[in-house]
């Protein structure tokens, strides 16, 4: 298997890419988005760039697609985490805990 | 097999039981006869098949379709028919009705107090109507607690930050176990309690005249009994020998090394303080869990415990 | 997957060396080697001899519990020290004893040979990680000496946040030993996925090896989760983060399902390595070709998988919400379905076979017959209502040491005995294998049966004092776990009595198909002398065993043809 | 697949049990790739943790995290960008040789994560000098919410693990200067350093994450 080397300007327009979008997520901070899109919008604007990092500086791209997948799934058992917890603690009967 | 399930279980004592119990032996039932299927089916293979000489040739046999599809389906339909059974009981379980006569429970390490609607309240032992529902709503002031009772199948943790609920109506009078089943530390296997339960009439007479307290017993007796009643046993012995905390023979007149190094005399006063904030004055050596009891006892109650106390003496 | 079109191979087949001379036993000498050894076989020998011995400890604990609770009240110890008796008894089979045990000792030393390699990927992580194993047990050891714990093995806050012992330690020692844990999955998937023999496909792969790939995937996902928990629970105590803490706004149901999301499928860490020891010894015992090998392969990862959907069936009356509770009682049932598909092919597979009983044959019938019974009680208590009832009390007991003692332990003695000459060269008594696995079995089920009888009548555990109706039981259930103990002398004596006694052991003595059985006994240094190549699978009973010596290769001079050369000058 | 390969001929940094070179390499790859999810997964437990407390409490998020300067975050985040891509940058050099080069890209690393360690310690000293502590020593009482002690628990635990990761980065990066300078990695074995790379990219993605949901709360 031969080994990807990135070229130069793949580097340099992801990194590019990364600093346009942080400075996006700052910026839609000062229009005010309602509850929940800002959040939505953020955790969006956040994985567009780790998708960036992991692809093109973490080669995932060209890589082995099982390395991919192994990445993946831990996003996977992350959301089954998430999820089912949340089952629990967005319905109790009782409501918040009390301080 | 009837009679072995019902040695397994407790008395039923409760309208929910017998739908529990329904399904405990339904799964029983059932999952016997799986099993003694599958270990009959081993018994005769491992004796028709066994090996009768060193070069016994096997079939090559990898699959059954008709086979494989059965036991794939046949658990999905028992696993289907006992979650839809056991959810319908839990449904039962979870909600309590309307009318159900409150108690407020309120755990701590390691005793139990329930409070009843009139206001009145007592440890350790709870008085519940019979044929009525009852519900109980419960706090701990520490850690986590479960309240459990066998006799109605029912169980409940008691969490310190918010109220949970359980809720039974019993069948028949007569007294039941009440255990805590959530590990609570060194008494957690002591915090039972009793619940009695009346006839409808009983239970009324007992609101008004049990919850009172005898005006003319003596104060040390007052005091003996308020010694086991609000659990005081399960932390200190009456004949000097440790447990959670100092054993109280002796206690009266004697002077006391607190943890910050200094000395006090366990005088009335000093009892009724140990009483009302424990965690005040924490004798050296002793761990300081001891709960308080201020608004758990009344003023006859306490002064009849220092009464009680002053004559342990040997 | 034999990509012969570009690579092509010299096959030939080469004597197994009966009386092999230089083996990986005395390879090299002294203490040294063996503590720095990084060689997969060594490495497992130390796992397994440290299991053993954790085994031993948290079995002596068992017994103390045991006898402690001979009468309802106190009898040798006091209560404090009762509750660190089962702390440590559970913390340390489950941590010390059951999680590393068939994958790190068995598992390490078999692994590679199984797939003709000659180590695992990454020796050194390997060593690394028995290490770190024995770093965790020491710091385990150090929180007993400084004043124990008493929280039971599940840690709950707040009980945990306020208790005096030395929690702080044992968390840390939890989060080392996850940490062990971990570096033994991810070198068992590379391993198959990188180092596999020539000819040794996915569908070649014996069902140990499935079995032992679906396990690392559960650490690799699940421990992660056990090491942020308990180093949440140790932040709690040194600085009162509040996260799990009621008495700081935490909440101690959170810290539940942080717990159960790692134990839940880490019982599946204990039980599916067991499940492949299992195929390996039906099929073999019976000669006869595994029935099933993709459902038996493949259920292992489903069960991997359902095993993450489930864990709230620890908490149904913690107070978490109603609806997660029917969604996790749904759910839980789902993981019989795959669990019975194996039982069921294990039994179908014994079918038309030539079955010979022994001991490590005995100890798979044992597991199918405790396991069994572990299982359906299982299902039981997954049943909301009936959880409600049963939650906390002896019945569970029950349940648990059914399926990790009547299950995983079961299994791994079979194992043990099974790989024993392959591992040490020498063979063991049959007669007193045999008659052992007997006592070991009727005392196990004497121990535990009466205890589903105790917690159906509503015996709550963690008791150290319980009211005198359980008396009886109790008792009975002491009695059983002393002849258990027995039973472990026993096997102990001869097992001992084999190593510098026994008969010298043939290559392959029960005339097994995997690769393991294809080279010396024991082992030597490189597994095989040649590197192998795979042209039959692991279950094919029904070929003539001449032809199984055939699937090894030598290093070809001239890679151009593909020769196979059936009869050796 | 490369394993299935039979290769005689070894070569330097190859172990005796691998077969060739590719299959070692990849072999690493994808141990360190699986050592990752473990990483993701035990951050993951602080991130459910936080989902839950924000889905609890959003008013308490929403007032504290006023409390913390987008500025010096987003100063950070630009920081570990440019971070990631000089790393990149030297496993490039290293791939085509220029062991010069990629020492110095590596350097720069090094210097890029100290600033994000200074930054942060700035940041954690401000908030110290507020009486900002984690858990129970908290003492400020600028914020109204009577939880507000449990989001700097949170934010404390987040950005500290992480801030543990960042110095084990730069540990492992300065010994991959120290290999290179003895000529132990070039383009024939670049191992540790791709690994290196990967690592040090993780840390990146999760910082990623962590700026928006602590700092841009609004
Ligand atoms: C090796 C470990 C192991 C294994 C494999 C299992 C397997 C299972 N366990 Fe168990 N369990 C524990 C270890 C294990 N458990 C431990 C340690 C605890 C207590 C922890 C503590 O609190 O300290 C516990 C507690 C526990 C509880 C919580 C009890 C409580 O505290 O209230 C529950 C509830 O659902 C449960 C369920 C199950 C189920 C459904 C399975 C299933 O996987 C079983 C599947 C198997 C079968 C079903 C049998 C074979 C199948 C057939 C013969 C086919 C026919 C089947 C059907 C019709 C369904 N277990
Ligand atoms: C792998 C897991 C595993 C194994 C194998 C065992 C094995 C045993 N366990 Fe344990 N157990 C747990 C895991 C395990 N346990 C867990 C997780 C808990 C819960 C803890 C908690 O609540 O936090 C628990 C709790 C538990 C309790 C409940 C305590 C309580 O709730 O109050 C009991 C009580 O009977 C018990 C008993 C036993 C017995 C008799 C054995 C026997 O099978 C042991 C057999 C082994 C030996 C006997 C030792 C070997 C032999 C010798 C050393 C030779 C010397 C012997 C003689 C001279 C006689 N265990
Ligand atoms: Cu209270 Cu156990
Ligand atoms: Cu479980």
Redesign the interface.
Known sequence: ?S?H??T?PT??S??GA??VL?FL??AV?WI?IP?PF?VIV??T??VV??TA??MF??NLYW??K??SV??L???L??T???V???????????G???? | MNRIIEYMLPPQRSTTASDVDSLFTFINVSGFILFMGIMITILIFVIKYRRKSEDDVTPVITHNSILEVAWTVIPIILILIVFSWGFRGYLTLTSPPANAYEIHVSAASWLWQFQYEGGGSTMNEVYVPVDRPVKFIMSSEDVIHSLAIPDFRIKMDVLPNRYTTTWFQATETGESILYCTEYCGTGHSEMLATVHVLSAEDFEEWLETGLEVDEDMPLADVGEQTFTSAGCNACHSLDGTDRVGPSLLNLFGSDRELVDGSVVVADEDYIRRSLIDPQAEVTAGYPANMPSYSGRLNERQIDGLIAFIKELQD | MADSSQKTLRIREFPIDENPGHTYLNHEKGILSWLFTVDHKRIGLLYLGSVILFFFVGGMLALLLRTELLTPAQSIVDADTYNQIFTLHGAIMIFLFIIPSIPAALGNFFLPMMIGAKDVAFPRLNLASWWIYIFGALFALYSIITGAVDTGWTFYTPYSTQTGTSVVSMTLAVFILGFSSILTGLNFIVTLHKLRSPGLSWSKMPLFLWSLYATAVIQILATPILAITVLLLAMERILGIGIFDPSLGGDPVLFQHFFWFYSHPAVYIMIVPAFGIISELISTYSRKTIFGYWAIALSSLAIAFIGFLVWGHHMFVSGQSELSSVVFSFLTFFVGVPTGIKIFNWVATMYKGSIDLKTPMLYALAFLFLFTIGGLTGIMIGALSINVHLHDTYYIVAHFHYVMMGGTVIAMLGGLHHWWPKMTGKMYNEFWGRITCGVIFLSFNMTFLPQFIMGSQGMPRRYFNYVDQFQGLHQFSTIGSYLLGVGFVMMAVYLLWSLFKGPKAPSNPWKARSLEWMTSSPPTHHNFEYTPVILHGPYDHHKPMKEFRMGVAEESESPDVIEIDKDPA | MANQSVATEKKSHLQHHFVDEDQQFESSKMGMWIFLVTEVLMFGGLFVAYIIYRAWHPDLFYEAAQELDVALGATNTVVLIASSLTIALAIRAVQLDKIKAAINYMAATILLAGTFMVIKYFEYMDKFGKGIYPGESYTYDGLEHEMAANFFSIYYMMTGLHGIHVVIGMVLIGWMIIKAKKGLVHSGYYTPVENTGLFWHLVDIIWIFLFPLLYLID
């Open positions: 298997m080994h080397i990135s130069l580097l340099l992801v990194a990364l600093l942080t997520t700052v901070t005010n509850e800002n953020a955790i604007i956040a760039k780790a990092v992991a500086f973490m890589d082995s099982f390395n192994v990445f799934l831990s996003i058992f992350l089954i985490f998430v089912i917890t949340l089952l629990d603690t967005l319905f109790r009967e009782g918040l805990p009390v301080y």
